[in-house]
């Protein structure tokens, strides 16, 4: 790429950046996410994945590069220069609004609005920040604005040059699944060859799986293969139980802490240690938040003492839960923790409650494939035995927890009962079903 300079990527090697682009990495506002972890609390399971939404961004914006170019390679050749360097651009700063810990406050125990969809972020970040009077003064201010807004949009008629940072199979993702199986240390990857498969149609980023009007078998191969990928990282990574254990913890402190009267707004400009710094500092005279830090910090994990799974819940089971536990209606977790808590005769911040949202979709299998000479559709309108498989699979990963302070591991039969007496269904993990609980463990 002439007039750019590369940076040594762990994962994608030499990565060209432009004049800007390395400015922009130099602006406080990008260097601050060196400090947050890509993974959160997976590092609590994974030593190894301390790797930085930092790195994250220099790759997502490598992979659009090879995006575009791949679209260039397959005849777009009339993608102007200005769309090339806006999506380069838009894709490097795409997780500038991260916060510390920023999914586990946020999509997990539902603290502070999403990164994504609180458009006040992006003003701090851009439009009153170092980083957006640089794209002002390179006039690409608006643009980029416009991409970042657009890219969680369900819309589906985006157009491509949003598509192509984050949406089904994107340059967020493709960075993402090899750097996240790189620094948690599973040996899986895919093949570049995807790379062949982008077309626009309509000015819509689709993958196209057939030649000369016959469906490539082989295509579809490199496809399925991204979408396991994705699944066994949801399955071993991202869902680990003690991983969400831990962001329970801590997510359950923070809520205390904004109980206290924490101010949310320095969460812009703090990294993942120094936001534990901070509540240490001012929070832990507080004996809800002492205990659950002091937990935290040296990893003794609450223990998993009560498990819903799919099992012996209904769709309409699931959702009911979901909404009560994980959109927390009408403060219905909060209450229901305390009421356990009080039951069981043990301190209110020992038992945290997780649900999961009330769908789990493996969004990626809406990524639109040409499988033959009519227009593109979802991979999952397609009705392939292989992909509904891993669509139900990933469904199947859904699991409501309550967590309780394995200091009260000898109580954790009692509280599995009251668990089922308010819940209402048995308790799926058999070992608490068995009192085998000597041989539990996070």
Not at 17 to 22: R, S, W
Not at 222 to 249: D, P, Q
Request: proline content about 2%; hydrophobic content about 35%.
């Amino acid at each position: 790429m002439r007039g750019s300079k590369t940076v040594r990527d762990a994962v994608h090697g030499d990565v060209p950046l432009t004049k800007l682009e390395l400015k922009l990495l130099d602006t406080g506002s990008m260097q601050r996410l060196r400090g947050i972890r890509q993974l959160g609390t997976s590092h609590l399971v994974y030593p190894s994945a301390q790797h930085s939404r930092f790195e994250h961004s220099i790759g997502t914006c490598y992979m659009v590069k090879c995006l575009v170019q791949a679209l260039k390679n397959n005849g777009y050749t009339t993608i102007s220069p200005e769309d090339e360097n806006a999506v380069s651009v838009a894709a490097l700063l795409h997780d500038i609004t991260h916060i510390p810990f920023g999914h586990t406050l946020e999509d997990e125990r539902r603290i502070f609005a999403r990164h994504d969809a609180d458009s006040k972020r992006l003003e701090y970040f851009l439009e009153h920040g170092e980083a957006g009077d640089l794209l002002a003064s390179e006039n690409m201010l608006e643009r980029v604005l416009e991409l970042l807004k657009e890219k969680h949009d369900s819309d589906k008629n985006l157009n491509w040059t949003s598509q192509v940072i984050s949406h089904t199979i994107c340059a967020d993702l493709l960075d993402y699944l090899r750097r996240d199986s790189r620094f948690c240390g599973l040996n899986i990857d895919y093949d570049n060859r995807i790379f062949r498969y982008f077309n626009l149609e309509n000015d819509t980023l689709i993958l196209n799986l057939q030649k000369d009007g016959l469906f490539r078998h082989d295509a579809f191969s490199e496809v399925i293969h991204l979408l396991r990928i994705r699944y066994f990282l949801t399955e071993r990574v991202y869902y680990h139980h003690a991983k969400i254990a831990a962001g329970a913890m801590l997510s359950r402190a923070v809520e205390r802490c904004v109980e206290l009267g924490f101010d949310s707004s320095v969460l812009f400009e703090l990294s993942d240690e120094a936001l534990l710094f901070l509540l240490k500092e001012k929070f832990m005279h507080d004996s809800i938040v002492n205990r659950l830090l002091s937990c935290y910090l040296r990893r003794s994990l609450y223990k998993r003492c009560y498990v819903l799974t799919d099992h012996h819940l209904t769709t309409a089971q699931q959702q009911k839960l979901s909404r009560a536990y994980h959109l927390n209606t009408n403060n219905q977790r909060s209450k229901t923790e305390k009421r356990i808590a009080r039951e069981a005769g043990i301190p209110v911040e020992s038992v945290i409650i997780y649900a999961p949202p009330p769908k789990m979709n493996l969004k990626e299998a809406n990524v639109l494939v040409k499988v033959d000479d009519r227009k593109a559709r979802p991979l999952g309108d397609w009705q392939n035995q292989e992909v509904l498989s891993l669509q139900e699979k990933y469904g199947k990963l859904w699991k409501l927890y309550v967590f309780v302070d394995s200091e009260y591991m000898q109580r954790f039969k009692v509280i599995s009962d009251i668990c089922t007496q308010i819940l209402r269904q048995d308790n799926d993990l058999p070992m608490i079903q068995k009192g085998q609980m000597s041989l539990f463990s996070s």
